[in-house]
């Protein structure tokens, strides 16, 4: 369930405000939630700790409520980053929703594989939080909302 706004708003009325951030460690969830928050207060967050959870949050919203970002751990339990890009690739219903991987591995071999699979970039995660910061500025001009 979407999270960061204390009222209820009703998930037609998400649309192109929402993150969905696919990630297993509960610290980098609130690290990247908070940061975001600080930037801009105006989205939306939906949080899946494996990859059959972030497919199964996808499947959950209709066309119109797509999240305007998927933000993607590399190394969750269940999926890994590259499975579930290559899972969305079979369905043409997730080709305009921009696909962020992030990872602690520097493998150019997994980064080459996750864009070919349609992810938009595949960043490092880092490891202080002024570049933290300047991650999550570039992640939120990638989601534009829709108009």
């Known amino acids: 369930m979407p999270t960061h706004r204390d009222d209820y708003t009703p998930a037609g009325e998400l649309g192109s405000r929402l993150i969905l951030i696919g990630e297993d460690d509960l610290d980098d969830q609130e690290f990247l939630k908070e940061i975001f928050i600080s930037l801009d207060d105006s989205f939306v967050f939906s949080?899946?700790?494996n990859g059959a959870q972030v497919l199964q949050e996808l499947h959950r919203f209709g066309d119109h409520q797509l999240p305007c970002l998927l933000i993607l751990d590399y190394n969750m339990p269940d999926?890994?980053?590259?499975?579930?890009l290559k899972e969305l690739k079979m369905n043409r219903r997730y080709d305009d929703i921009p696909k962020i991987i992030?990872?602690?591995?520097?493998?150019?071999?997994y980064k080459e594989i996750c864009l070919e699979l349609g992810a938009n970039d595949y960043l490092i995660k880092p490891?202080?939080?002024s570049d933290l910061v300047d991650i999550c500025k570039y992640m939120l001009s990638i989601c534009t909302p829709s108009t």
């Open 47 to 49: 949080f899946a700790s």
């Open 102 to 109: 992030w990872s602690t591995s520097r493998s150019d071999t």
């Open 79 to 84: 999926s890994n980053g590259a499975e579930i």
């Open 127 to 129: 490891s202080k939080v």
